[in-house]
């Protein structure tokens, strides 16, 4: 029967007229399936290849498109092209969140990614954020260990809360981060109803060679709001895409969210002796000692086509940073420099910048070539090497050959952060708990903590658990002790063998 509206010709991936899309060709109607079928050949195949790997971390994400638009002028600050007053510039910003796998509901617990590819007319600028401005652990060796310990057991493969808090409690300079995640923007209602943060410090630069410290803030224009646990929990079961499908639909109705772009600004001189170090990626700097200044307003006012070519291939790297912008000492930045591009590579292809989501909008004039899946090419009278007598391109070593940098000295080693005067572990996590919460959030926090720890937390990893909340505040710590040990006391048999840990070598026997 003839199809209604029927659309072109199918066509395999060649071009060649497709002999069928219902039957594969056989040796008679019983006969086997013929291996020179090239169609169906060629359509298995190509199904098999549909996938590429999932991030490590961040693999549950989505995104939208739309514009950065500069309404300040912050010229004194940095020269960034696209960071000047009237500056409209195109972006892609990508929501995820950080443990779970590509199926993963959209309600977890967790941080938030806050990614952002910003299209300049100096090549692309990424910041690749978080909706905190804090993290977990100040240097980057320790991040793969983080992660696996946020991620699965190796025998039963599921998560595990006794090897998450038995991380964070030999971690204590996690406490700000986990203080922030179990409460109540620890599950934001939607992508639209969250901040973003650039998180680390960055260098900014003016047109006069001038160094500040910068951190950017992505204020919601939608307001903060977030979900309870017991929210959460229900729209897990019900819709796993909940955030995903929030954003979608928002911009497809038109309903536009936006962030208000917002810096804190350090005069250079200031880091040595400010009261926190100012690098360290567990702490924030006080917004009563620098005021967020206003710089514009990012609105997302385009869905993505196609979500595998526009977000799923989309590779944010921090070691995209455009002329007016440079890294700090913040020793988590100078490894993700590192590791985003080097993940691409691996995930994508050696040439995944040519990618039309991830290729610049700007001149490119690079002397790359060739590699798996290469299209792009230099005209063939452009030399391949340099310096080259014959037009080639040329680095301007003169304008783009030494950064501003940062001013530094002593031996190799290996050392935690220099302390400043009021820096600790669980100093920050304190003021948060005792200065910004309200009381509800007060309570909330502390039952997501109970609930969180009652389930599968066994010693030595529970007590100390008590210790790291006593830290954070007093009163916390007791009523998370009192809190864990009521639960366990209803559910645990009065006496018998002590609890084991689950993949311990004693779980196994
Ligand atoms: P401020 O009083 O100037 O700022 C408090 C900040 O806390 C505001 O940005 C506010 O965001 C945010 N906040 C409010 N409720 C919560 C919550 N339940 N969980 C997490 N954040 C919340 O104080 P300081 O700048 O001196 O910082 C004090 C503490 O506030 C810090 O130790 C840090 O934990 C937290 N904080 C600090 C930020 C910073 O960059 N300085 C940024 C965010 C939090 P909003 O305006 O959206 O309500």
Do not use: C
Not at 63 to 69: H, I, K, P
Not at 375 to 403: L, M, Q
Not at 481 to 496: D, M, Q, S
Not at 504 to 509: L, W, Y
Request: charged share 25%; glycine share 8%; aromatic share 10%.
């Amino acid at each position: 029967m003839a199809e209604l509206n029927p659309g072109p010709i199918t066509t395999n991936n060649h071009g060649i007229p497709a002999g069928s899309d219902n039957q594969s060709l056989t040796q008679g109607p019983q006969g086997p399936v013929l291996l020179h079928d090239h169609y169906l050949i060629e359509k298995l195949a190509q199904f098999n290849r549909e996938r590429v790997p999932e991030r490590v971390v961040h693999a549950k994400g989505s995104g939208a498109f739309g514009v950065l638009e500069i309404t300040e002028d912050i010229s004194r600050y940095t020269h960034a092209e696209f960071l000047q007053k009237g500056k409209k510039t195109e972006v892609l910003a990508r929501f995820s969140t950080v443990a779970g796998e590509q199926g993963s509901p959209d309600t977890w617990r967790d941080p938030r990614g806050f990614a952002l590819k910003f299209y300049t007319e100096d090549g692309n600028y990424d910041l690749v954020g978080n909706n905190t401005p804090v993290f977990f652990i100040q240097d980057p060796i320790k991040f793969p260990d983080f992660i696996r310990s946020q991620k699965r057991l190796p025998d039963s493969g599921l998560r595990d809360h006794n090897m998450q808090w038995d991380f964070w409690t030999l971690r204590p300079e996690t406490a700000h981060q986990v203080t922030w995640l179990m409460g109540d923007r620890g599950i934001p209602k939607s992508f639209r109803h969250m901040d973003g943060f650039g998180s680390h410090t960055y260098l900014w630069v003016n047109a006069e060679g001038e160094r500040f410290w910068v951190k950017y803030h992505f204020k919601t224009n939608q307001g903060i709001e977030f979900l309870t646990q017991a929210e959460a929990d229900e729209l897990a079961g019900s819709a796993p895409d909940h955030h995903r499908q929030d954003l979608f639909g928002a911009i497809a109705n038109g309903d536009f969210p936006s962030w208000s772009l917002e810096v804190q600004i350090m005069p250079y001189a200031d880091a040595e002796n400010y009261r926190f170090n100012p690098f360290d990626l567990t702490k924030v700097w006080s917004q009563k000692d620098y005021p967020r200044i206003k710089v514009g307003t990012m609105t997302l006012n385009r869905n993505p086509r196609n979500f595998h070519s526009e977000i799923e291939l989309a590779a944010f790297a921090p070691s995209n940073l455009v002329p007016g912008i440079e890294a700090s000492p913040d020793k988590m930045l100078l490894g993700r420099v590192f590791s985003y591009a080097d993940a691409h590579r691996y995930r994508i292809g050696t040439n995944y910048a040519e990618l039309p989501v991830n290729a610049p909008k700007s001149q490119l004039s690079s002397y790359s070539k060739e590699g798996a899946m290469r299209h792009h090419y230099n005209s063939p009278d452009t030399p391949v090497y340099a310096p080259n007598s014959f037009g080639g391109p040329h680095a301007d070593e003169e304008r783009y050959g030494n950064p501003a940098g940062w001013d530094t000295s002593g031996d190799q080693i290996r050392s935690a952060y220099v302390k400043h005067a009021e820096d600790g572990d669980f100093v920050q996590a304190g003021i948060l708990y005792r200065e910004v919460m309200t009381e509800d959030a007060k309570e909330r926090l502390a039952a997501n903590i109970i609930g969180h720890v009652s389930n599968g937390v066994v010693e030595p990893v529970r007590s100390r658990v008590f210790d790291y909340w006593t830290n954070v505040d007093a009163e916390l710590g007791k009523k998370v002790r009192e809190g864990v040990l009521a639960n366990l006391a209803e559910t645990e048999p009065a006496a018998g063998p002590s609890p084991v840990a689950p993949g311990s070598e004693a779980a196994k026997i």
